[in-house]
């Protein structure tokens, strides 16, 4: 790990040299990679030089404990353990800055939110959790965009597909696929009696047209009429749009966008990410089924949480996090869940790294 380091180093200060002379600047694509890849240095090597500080302090701690006068050596037996637990403390944050990164982190998502079981009750499930992620968007400051949704009369929806074209958002939304169960009074149950129903998430990060082509021919693309309860969401022309991929039978509809053209290159789009998805599945699957991360793994049939209303707590089956304060969860406050399942994530390829 320390040969890495240092290189990181090395590179780190050759790349600031280079930054620093005038003829780089006649090259203004040289001087946006520079930068970029400076920042992505920055945090590991910063805390690589911390780590080298405190490696130096140690040692100079240890030398003073063979001063013959009994305070100086009681303070370097003080400054020794401090320098110690300081150095345990970079060395772990060195470990996990490490890590090799989820190239798809950085990358804006496709949000795919469906009623499971239940009927009504899980249509209106979903909604709430559209709400939640909503307002954790706004939270982070994440534009969000619905592309497509198929509601009911009560204020449900069956299926809702939309974007958050923030970069990063993959990184915080991947922690969120897999099946979503509520346990509550349902609005539409008289008898006060508490109901289990589910909804799926699917999050998907988004893919360019460089990434992954799509062939035109295996493609069957037809213009319909938005339909739906009613509100906002519905057109009076033929401005809906469904894609059929013909080899895989996948279709993708979207109706939400203000025109034709728009709707199309939205469902275009999201067709390119799941197939996209699909594909990267299969190729993680085929090279290592035993070793597939339990953390946000995004597998539909996997039960991820639960919502208890009557009891107030939201629980992540994945880690074993209760937290009692469900109202503010489905506001929106998601961070210490997602906080604490990338910590999950972090130990889990630590202790991968330590089998290796």
Request: charge should be negative; include cysteine; charged fraction near 30%.
């Amino acid at each position: 790990m320390l040969d890495k380091l240092r290189q990181l180093d090395q590179r780190y200060s050759a790349m600031q040299a280079k930054l620093s002379a005038p003829e780089t600047y006649e090259d203004p694509a040289l001087v946006s990679r520079l930068n970029r890849e400076l920042a992505e240095l920055e945090e590991v090597v910063h805390t690589y030089r911390a780590w080298q500080r405190a490696s130096e302090d140690v040692e100079a701690a240890k030398a003073m404990l063979s001063e013959p006068d009994p305070e100086l050596r009681e303070l370097a037996k003080e400054e020794l353990q401090s320098g110690k637990e300081t150095l345990a403390r970079l060395e772990q944050e060195l470990k996990i800055l490490l890590l090799p990164k989820d190239p798809k982190d950085d990358r804006p998502v496709i949000v795919e939110i469906r009623a499971g079981v239940g009927g009504e009750e899980a249509a209106l499930f979903a909604h709430s959790l559209y709400r939640m992620y909503t307002m954790y968007s706004d939270r982070r400051r994440w534009q969000t965009q619905i592309a497509s949704v198929s509601e009911t009369e009560l204020g449900g929806v069956k299926e809702l597909i939309f974007t958050i074209e923030s970069p990063g958002a993959y990184s915080r939304m991947k922690f969120e696929s897999g099946v979503h169960r509520v346990q509550r009074v349902p609005e539409t149950e008289s008898g006060g009696r508490v109901h289990t129903s589910t909804a799926t998430v699917a999050v998907l990060p988004q893919v360019d047209e460089v990434e992954f082509e799509l062939d035109r021919k295996d493609l069957r693309i037809d213009t319909f009429r938005s339909s739906g309860a009613g509100g906002q969401h519905i057109n009076k022309t033929s401005s809906a749009i469904r894609v059929t991929h013909i080899p895989t039978g996948m279709v993708v509809e979207c109706q939400d966008q203000r025109s034709q053209l728009q709707n199309k290159e939205k469902a275009l789009q999201i067709l390119r990410s799941r197939l996209w998805q699909q594909k990267a599945q299969e190729q993680a699957d085929s090279v290592s089924e035993n070793r597939r991360s339990q953390v946000g793994t995004g597998m539909r049939n996997e039960r991820i949480r639960t919502y208890n209303f009557p009891q107030g707590r939201v629980t992540d089956h994945r880690i074993g996090l209760t937290l009692y304060r469900i109202d503010s969860v489905m506001d929106g406050d998601l961070d210490e869940i997602i906080d604490a399942l990338a910590a999950a994530k972090q130990a889990e390829e630590l202790a991968r790294v330590g089998e290796g």
